[in-house]
């Protein structure tokens, strides 16, 4: 039976990001990490007593992959205390590893280690699924740390785990970890591996967030054709799904801009202006910070093209809308370096 499965999404490029050369690379699946797959061979009556912490789990999870951190923080020492009066200590070490995760991407380390500390001793013994959950927080605790190397030697070992235990969900997101941590071609190597795990789970919505991550991935490196082709991939994919219009959004525009900068701006521009025409009607809708990013990066890249088609005046009155729509989304705070490099162009364009 599933539990907790994450939810990949196409995240706010300015969250939960990490530099990858000149681009910043949201790691998408970093935020929904916790997935399992729960047996027990417990007896009827046991099985009973666990059904209700089961469930209690499962909301937490649902709390820590909406991001409402302090709620599932709250959820998981709650549930911590729960399973082991029920003598239940492998749910014990999952709420303890998900406390030790949360206090460390808050940079709680004390916290973070007192969790972490009982995670591994009520795993100890206690099957693949507790082991798996306590090894996905030691590996992002390590990369938290900038600890590297030791990161992604323990997000291999979760792989290995979970490949043998078929705990798929996981094993797709100790790949995609892996990736985010690797270096050179190790990481386009994880990330095609995260993947090729998540093609065996009839997932297209999770499938088309991976080839968006590889498709940044190829960017970074200048490989803008074949991130045409991740980019295109992912956006077909999640048109078969049932997803939401900014999520639509989303993909149009990270395929017209990887459009625009392969060269292809006919192409592009027939996608973002469908991207602008969605997100004008999505921020007049419901005008919060998520719609008005989406609406000014749709701007932004329209400008782009209007600068790179010669039309200098237009071009600088996009790029001054995206401007304000992206202060108002919250960027001077959250991404400044977007906002130096969205004036720096702005500057450029104004001068032509």
Not at 50 to 55: E, F, N, S, V
Not at 56 to 79: K, V, W
Not at 261 to 267: H, I, M, N
Request: proline share 3%.
């Amino acid at each position: 039976m599933a539990r907790g499965v994450a939810r990949p999404r196409l995240s706010r490029p300015w969250l939960s990001s990490v530099r990858c050369g000149r681009v910043l690379l949201a790691p998408l699946l970093l935020l929904g990490l916790v997935a399992g797959c729960v047996s027990s061979d417990d007896g009827p009556a046991a099985v009973s007593e666990r059904g209700p912490l089961d469930r209690q789990l499962g909301r937490a999870d649902d709390a820590f992959d909406g991001r409402a951190y302090a709620q599932a923080l709250d959820m998981y020492s709650a549930l911590y205390l729960a399973a082991l009066s029920s003598d239940f200590e492998d749910l014990a070490a999952e709420a303890a590893a998900q406390a030790a995760t949360i206090n460390s991407l808050k940079g709680e380390v004390d916290e973070s280690d007192r969790w972490m500390s009982f995670a591994e001793r009520y795993a100890e013994g206690r099957g693949d699924v507790a082991a798996s959950r306590v090894m996905l927080a030691r590996g992002i605790r390590q990369w938290k740390r900038g600890e590297s190397a030791a990161a992604l030697s323990t997000f291999e070992a979760l792989v290995e785990l979970c490949g043998r235990s078929e705990l798929r969900v996981r094993a797709m997101q100790g790949a995609s970890l892996a990736a985010l941590v690797a270096e050179g071609e190790g990481q386009l190597s994880w990330s095609l591996r995260s993947i090729e795990i998540c093609q065996g789970l009839a997932e297209p919505r999770w499938e088309g967030a991976l080839w968006t991550t590889h498709g940044w991935l190829l960017e970074t490196r200048g490989e803008m054709v074949d991130a045409c082709r991740c980019f295109e991939r992912a956006r077909g994919l999640l048109m078969d799904t049932s997803a939401s219009p900014i999520d639509l959004l989303q993909a149009d525009w990270a395929y017209g801009r990887a459009l625009r900068l392969a060269g292809q701006p006919r192409e592009a521009r027939a996608l973002l202006e469908q991207a602008d025409v969605r997100g004008r009607e999505l921020y007049a809708a419901n005008p919060t910070a998520r719609q008005a990013e989406w609406l000014g990066r749709a701007w932004w890249e329209l400008g782009e093209l209007d600068a790179l088609e010669g039309h200098g005046e237009s071009a600088a009155r996009l790029l001054q809308s995206a401007r304000r729509k992206l202060l108002e989304a919250g960027a001077a705070d959250a991404a400044p370096e977007l906002i130096g490099r969205l004036d720096a162009r702005l500057a450029e364009v104004s001068r032509r």
